[in-house]
């Protein structure tokens, strides 16, 4: 559907086409799979040239599903078009980031959609090898991908001279050593070569060396499971859905305090206004507080922002990013000091611990919340926050540091009054045992 106007979407006039499979029984299968088009856009892509295939993921517009927004047109572009040394195409299914769940639940529904995602992507690259590398705790979701992986190559669609067309295309998954740093593309590298997970200095960057010192792309699951609907649809398809710069479907989570947490598949740019009607609306009616529109490690919105376009551009234009469109969203119970200090916690904890400002910075951070939100703080402490958020922004080896300042500094911006509250009852003068202000505490 068309989302370039102003108009609200209706959840009826919702067309599924990532999810549309999902409640299909043994929507896992390669027989289920074969009988709603599956493996129709690989037989198309095989009849035209590798160049053609880059050319019309180009057209359709797509970017990166993994938070960075990246045309992925472009991204296979860098892949030099005569090979000097093999090519490889890596998927980060590493779906670490809190509050998001969208990869995981595709390729335990529709894991066919990512394997015929990843032999044309690996056809348009030159590329004769992928690794899957999935998150190692999700073990359903490992087992399920490794099964239709042995089916594609039973029926011809991986191994060698794949349905007569002289392509060859091997795929591994491979389960990762569950850590959130692996997330990141080059961190994922090294933990795919068997090494210590930590982000490696850029450049060069994955196109030029990435696995094994080869051109590498890595592109996350939904971007890859995107591109069999785009060969069969068509670029101009692709494009009537979403917004101009941000073209096609979403998978948005939505979790917390709404009445039916899950995936919700809508055009980009849709807004939480419309995702919370598809939701049921705010549990049990108790109103909005804040939210994330693409977890943790992006800046948090308040009830204010219900109708910014969740896109790339939107959520920029906003204040914030669109990341994994991972919406958690908090109701007036909860205390932002406090939802801001488990995230730092759980960054502190992640945090590789390669470079200066993340490792420490994390460190210090989560015992300054941890002293304010146990009602030791003082006012001096918010400044002590954004002083240290300063010195990590910016200046982090990869975005982890970026990601971890991210709700503080937006957390103190729109509620600095919670973090005052906090220490209303050590500023100086204070009469002893005197209360903090009132939605300070959780």
């Known amino acids: 559907m068309d989302m370039t106007d102003a108009n609200s979407p209706k959840p009826d006039d919702l067309t599924p086409v990532l999810t549309k499979r999902w409640l299909s029984p043994t929507s896992w299968s390669l027989r289920t799979y074969e009988q709603l088009e599956g493996y129709t856009a690989l037989r198309k892509a095989l009849r035209a040239t590798p160049d053609e295939l880059v ?11 993994g938070g960075a927004g990246f045309p992925a047109g472009v991204k296979w572009s860098f892949m030099p078009k005569e ?11 590493d779906e670490g980031e809190p509050g998001t769940c969208k990869d995981i639940p595709l390729m335990m529904a529709d894991p066919h959609s990512l394997v015929e995602g990843v032999i044309i992507a690996c056809y348009a690259m030159r590329s004769h090898f992928s690794a899957i590398y999935v998150r190692g705790e999700a073990l359903h979701c490992i087992r399920r991908l490794n099964n239709a992986v042995q089916e594609a190559y039973a029926a011809g669609y991986l191994g060698k001279d794949i349905l007569g067309s002289g392509f060859d295309c091997d795929v591994v998954v491979h389960a990762g050593a569950g850590a959130y740093i692996c997330g990141e593309e080059t961190a994922l590298l090294d933990s795919l070569e068997g090494k210590r ?16 010192a080869c051109p590498t792309t890595v592109n996350n699951v939904e971007t890859i499971a995107s591109v069999p609907f785009i060969v069969n649809g068509g670029s101009d398809w692709f494009r009537s859905m979403g917004r101009e710069k941000s073209p096609g479907p979403k998978i948005y989570s939505l979790s917390g305090h709404v009445e039916n947490p899950g995936q919700y598949e809508a ?13 049921g609306g705010m549990k049990d009616g108790v109103p909005l507080k ?5 977890g943790s490690s992006t800046p948090l919105f308040t009830a204010e922002h219900l109708d910014v376009p969740l896109d790339f551009e939107g959520a920029a234009e906003a204040g914030s990013m669109l990341g ?17 200090m488990k995230w730092t916690q759980f960054y502190e904890h992640e945090s590789c611990g390669k470079c200066t400002p993340c490792r420490e910075g994390t460190f210090w951070l989560a015992q300054v ?15 002590t926050l954004l002083d240290v958020c300063d010195n990590i922004f910016g ?8 990601g971890a300042v991210s709700p503080i500094t937006s957390g103190i911006k729109y509620f600095r009054e919670e973090f005052l509250a906090l220490c209303q009852q050590n500023r100086p003068g204070a009469e002893p045992g005197e209360p903090a202000l009132a939605g300070a505490a959780r």
């Open 83 to 93: 090979p000097v040394k093999p090519h490889y195409l890596v998927v980060n299914a």
């Open 267 to 279: 055009p980009l740019g849709t807004t939480l206004r419309q995702l919370l009607e598809l939701a």
């Open 290 to 294: 804040f939210w994330t529109p693409g």
């Open 55 to 65: 050319e019309l993921v180009k057209a359709a517009g797509l970017r990166g599903r």
């Open 324 to 340: 994994t469109t991972a919406l958690m969203v908090f109701n007036e119970t909860v205390s932002v000091p406090w939802a801001v």
């Open 395 to 402: 200046r982090s080896f990869c975005a982890l540091g970026d």
């Open 369 to 383: 919340l941890e002293r304010m939100v146990a009602g030791h703080g003082t006012e001096e402490d918010i400044d």
């Open 197 to 212: 997970g930590q982000p490696r200095l850029k450049p060069p960057f994955p196109a030029a060396a990435g696995l094994y």
